[in-house]
């Protein structure tokens, strides 16, 4: 990489070298809407090309994603030539990203997306060199260090999250650097004189020097800033005053190209420690509402749709590519972190609401064009594409009842059969009722499909005024009480799931409790289904009733809540109360499992408030879809929170509070954001969301419970049977994620915690 040189004083070795780079951190939407955004894109991508072309600046870093160029485009595509030349001269750096997104909230087959959209897009602009750029990202999950080694991107930058480490480290194989003082530097942006800015910089630089090497990374820009008129004369005339520093204006490639990573510290990935900056971890119970829709759709995308399209041979992939797109775009940062205005949470919808009716379309679309039609269906066809085997249970819909079939809802609505057949027009009289229904199959071997007949069953599951159970577990509410046995181990857990309610004095970015939690008891239970093959036992609470649902194969409850939501500014949580203080857990990330220490005995509550410059240590975390200790799992589906306090272990259903950045929030003395007021975020009204319980003395286990869970299968009606098809054999110790552009299968390794690209067969 050519370095642009300001002077040649480096023969004084009192002066540290220090290298500068312009840039601009880039929302898409935060606190103004998409659309005010793209207008501000337009300024400022003008000014940082005119500057460019001129030669007042070596070059330019782009926030490391390609979708505010891709917008900046739309509306001057008569600028891509001149994009291209300065690309070609490396004087412009795009890519490698899509959007700079949150690898906490997304499963990695969206990661692989995002980096394969966005190295794709660079490189047909003429960009190879990339540099994984996360510098605004609230901590870093293992899951995208591991991508950008399959992607032989070699080097990163990062900044939230790692505590008072070196600045140069290594993670996992990726050169990492995380700047000291941030992104945020307008410091050369302001109108004084160059002598007040060395004076500044002076002391700024010498808090970088102490974490650094004999070289400093120097970042110029902030959120949505022009680039600094004039930089190259600039900087040289701060240079003349700056006393132990020569700043050199280049690039980030020529910082990594000057310095030594050959002893420094390894890492393995994970970066929650927010002592030196804040990680803004209430993001993650923001908007929950958002983060279920989310979940579903990544889930019926990489674990379904895609599969089934490259697995049958079919022609849907540049549908599927937009549906991504659509997933990916809420995927940037402040819009899946639930911390934006209200108006761009709706748009969030909106993209949500897209992907979704595009997903289900081609789901029926595929299972139409596998069977053609059924028009008096005898048999059950099943797409298991889970990696494990199937419970011998699936749901289907259909205008026609089942022979063993348990009915769980009636919809009216058009077939299958009408609405999908491009030759008819559905009309009034074509409304029918459809039939939600549940039947029992043989068990099925993973990724493949079978033909089935349904089963007669035999009721294993129950349901009396107060208890629910079957072979492996029973649940029992008295006195205002949840118990619980695990038959399997034959362990009793008495008092053992808790709703709370918690006054929230915080924000969009961080939960600050008010209060000690209120213990919310339940008043009513009622059996809802009590049939052959499933059971349903109903519990009230003030303004929440829980189904709890065991039918007669599953070894894990699945709790269905309603939340009628009618306060503000308090958080709701599950609680369960473990037989030992929690110390360590294991939650599902982005890559794998990880293991976390926990203190116990902390509490947020008791250590308000934060004291200045500082955001306040919490014992929250992140999770994908599961959370285990102690043998117990919490299974979720957009439920990304769990805490910890003693011997209980807290997931997160419901936070409402009504503004982005509260400059009073006790759990963290400075702003994060604009005080903008938001109603939304309050969550009023009715919101519908999943959790499950499981048993298991093997944390692996994990990820079939989560599976079965989340429903990795495409069941359906047929007249006739079809040859039983296996799509590919289980990879040993290894988790199938996906496909990826490239038509390779994704597999998580679980005992070395590394992902592999493997070729696969088609028939």
Same mark, same amino acid.
């Given at each position: ?42 300024? @400022? ?111 990163? +930058? ?20 995380? /700047? ?98 804040? +990680? ?47 997933? /990916? ?33 081609? *789901? ?55 609405? =999908? ?63 619980? /046995?695990?038959? @399997? ?54 303004? /929440? ?40 857990? =294991? ?18 509550? *008791? ?26 799992? %919490?299974?979720?589906?957009? %439920? ?107 597999? =998580? ?5 590394? %992902? ?8």
């Amino acid at each position: 990489m050519e370095k642009v040189l300001l002077n040649n004083k480096y023969n004084n070795h009192m002066k540290k070298r220090v290298i500068a780079y312009l840039q601009t951190h880039w929302d898409r939407e935060w606190y103004r809407e998409k659309e005010e955004f793209n207008l501000r894109l337009l300024e @400022v991508f003008d000014e940082v090309l005119e500057e460019l072309k001129k030669g007042n600046a070596p070059c330019f870093y782009f926030d490391g994603q390609t979708s505010a160029l891709i917008d900046y485009l739309k509306f001057r595509p008569e600028k891509i030539e001149l994009i291209k030349k300065l690309i070609e001269e490396k004087k412009l750096f795009i890519g490698p990203f899509f959007v700079s997104a949150d690898a906490f909230l997304v499963n990695l087959r969206c990661l692989i997306k995002n980096l394969e959209k966005g190295i794709t897009y660079s490189k047909n602009l003429g960009c190879n060199d990339f540099i994984g750029y996360l510098p605004d990202i609230f901590g870093h999950s293992r899951g995208v260090f591991e991508v950008l080694d399959k992607f032989n991107i070699k080097n990163a +930058i990062i900044w939230r999250g790692t505590g008072a480490i070196k600045s140069d480290i290594k993670v996992r194989n990726i050169n990492t650097t995380r /700047l000291v003082e941030g992104y945020f530097i307008d410091l050369l942006h302001q109108n004084i004189s160059a002598q007040n800015l060395a004076q500044q910089l002076e002391s700024f630089l010498d808090k970088i020097a102490k974490y650094s090497q004999n070289v400093l990374l120097l970042p110029l820009g902030g959120d949505h800033l022009a680039i600094i008129k004039n930089a190259t004369e600039k900087i040289k005339q701060v240079n003349k005053h700056l006393k132990n520093y020569e700043i050199e204006l280049s690039s980030p490639f020529g910082y990594f190209s000057s310095v030594d990573f050959s002893k420094v510290k390894t890492y393995e990935g994970e970066f929650l420690d927010n002592s030196q900056n804040n +990680i803004l971890g209430g993001v993650f119970s923001s908007r929950i509402y958002q983060k279920v829709h989310n979940t579903t759709l990544m889930h019926k995308i990489s674990r379904i749709i895609e599969p089934l399209n490259y697995f049958l041979g079919l022609n849907y992939g540049q549908n599927i590519d937009y549906a991504y797109e659509l997933i /990916l775009k809420n995927h940037a940062h402040d819009s899946i972190y639930g911390c934006s205005t209200d108006k761009v949470h709706k748009n969030v919808d909106m993209r949500f609401e897209k992907a979704h009716e595009i997903l289900e379309g081609l *789901e029926k679309r595929i299972v139409r064009d596998f069977h053609k039609n059924s028009k008096k269906p005898k048999y059950i066809g099943v797409f298991n594409l889970s990696n494990y085997k199937s419970t011998g249970i699936v749901r289907v819909i259909s205008e026609h009842k089942l022979k063993n079939s348990q009915i769980i809802r009636k919809t009216k609505g058009f077939s299958d059969a009408i609405l =999908y057949d491009i030759n008819q027009v559905p009309v009034t009289e074509d409304i029918l009722t459809l039939y939600e229904q549940i039947v029992e199959i043989d068990e099925q071997k993973p990724i493949s499909f079978k033909t089935h007949e349904t089963k007669k069953p035999v009721k294993l599951s129950f349901t009396g005024e107060n208890y629910i159970e079957n072979p492996y577990l029973k649940l029992s509410v008295k006195d205002g009480k949840i118990d619980i /046995l695990n038959k @399997v181990q034959n362990t009793f857990y008495e008092d053992f799931l808790i709703i709370t309610d918690t006054k929230d004095k915080g924000d969009s970015y961080n939960y600050a409790p008010g209060s000690n939690p209120e213990i919310l008891k339940p008043y009513k239970t009622k059996v809802v289904e009590n049939g052959q093959i499933r059971s349903v036992l109903r519990i009230f609470y003030k303004d /929440l009733i829980v189904d709890v649902i065991l039918d007669n194969k599953n070894k894990f409850f699945e709790f269905d809540v309603k939340i009628n939501n009618k306060k503000k500014n308090h958080k709701l949580q599950a609680v369960f109360k473990l037989k030992n203080p929690v110390c360590e857990t =294991y939650a599902q990330d982005s890559l794998g499992i990880i293991k976390r220490k926990c203190d116990p005995n902390y509490s947020l509550f *008791e250590n308000q408030p934060a004291i200045h410059p500082k955001e306040l240590k919490t014992n929250s975390f992140p999770m994908l879809n599961f959370v285990y200790a102690q043998g117990i799992g %919490i299974l979720g589906e957009g %439920i990304n929170e769990y805490e910890i306090y003693k011997n209980e272990l807290r997931i997160a259903l419901l936070r409402s509070s009504g503004i982005i950045s509260n400059p009073k929030c006790p759990s963290r003395s400075i702003p994060a954001g604009p005080p903008i007021l938001t109603p939304d975020l309050q969550c009023i009204g009715l919101h519908k969301l999943r959790f499950g319980l499981c048993f298991t003395s093997k944390k692996e286990k994990m990820f079939k419970f989560s599976e079965t869970f989340l429903n990795t299968q495409c069941a359906f009606v047929l007249d006739k049977k079809i040859n039983e098809k296996m799509f590919f054999e289980n990879r040993k110790n290894c988790i199938f994620y996906g496909i990826n552009d490239s038509n390779q299968g994704i597999f =998580y390794n679980v005992k070395n915690n590394t %992902i592999d690209f493997v070729a696969l067969a088609k028939e």
